[in-house]
């Protein structure tokens, strides 16, 4: 009995992963519009024409990279919570979890700091809606550790923390070892925590 995933379908996946990385570094980098569907493609090995083949144009690419990156935010977050008893240990985890994306996507993070103008209305409605449920996770960890504290008042320190950790692909360069992301992983930690938590 087979999966039903062909070889075919295995390797259209990839190459559209592999669209959407370089997509979101070509975009980080010289903004939406000032990239061409001729460089995404040439950036994966293929013709600006082909990009079409799995994305109807470059405002969907746009819109495939937040929409997936939020959806990916919130279920990952949902994991972190369930995964956890405490509130402590759930607000450990989420700053863990917040700061190995920012780490990590440090592109798409550029991205969506520029260029949210630039989508769909639909997509930048999804993206939204998933960022809103996304702080929502983080106020309900934060109301059981601050239980005397308004609802803005927990939604100002979610949005905080986020734009404390979001600046990293702000303020750390591209040329990081090893030993410079445990560095930035723990300065980032440490503040969070602090901040959240006082």
């Known amino acids: 009995m087979t999966s039903g995933v ?24 010289r903004g939406f519009s000032g990239v061409s569907l001729e460089e995404l493609g040439a950036a994966v090995g293929v013709s600006g024409p082909a990009v079409y083949r799995h994305f109807a144009n470059k405002q969907a690419l746009l819109g495939a990279i937040l ?3 939020s959806e990916r935010l919130l279920s990952g977050g949902q994991q972190v919570i369930a995964a956890h008893d405490s509130p402590s240990a759930r607000l450990d985890a989420l700053i863990g979890f ?23 209305d639909d997509d930048r409605h999804a ?13 309900a960890v934060l109301a059981e550790i601050h239980p005397t504290r308004s609802e803005p008042d927990l939604r100002v320190r979610a949005h905080a923390c986020f734009g ?28 969070a925590s602090a901040a959240l938590t006082a």
């Not at 669209?19 to 570094?25: C, G, K, N, W």
């Not at 090893?178 to 440490?190: K, N």
Request: charged residues 30%; proline residues 2%.
């Open 164 to 191: 404390l950790i979001n600046s990293t692909p702000h303020s750390v360069r591209r040329a990081r070892t090893a030993p410079a992301d445990s560095t930035v992983r723990g300065i980032l930690e440490s503040m």
């Open 6 to 29: 062909t070889e075919r379908d295995r390797a259209k996946a990839d190459r559209q992963a592999a669209i959407l990385h370089e997509a979101a570094r070509l975009f980080a980098e």
């Open 127 to 139: 993206v939204r809606r998933l960022q809103r449920e996304y702080v929502e996770l983080w106020m």
């Open 67 to 69: 929409v997936r990156v």
């Open 98 to 120: 917040h700061v190995d994306f920012a780490l990590t996507d440090a592109d798409v993070i550029r991205v969506q700091d520029r260029d949210l103008a630039s989508l769909s």
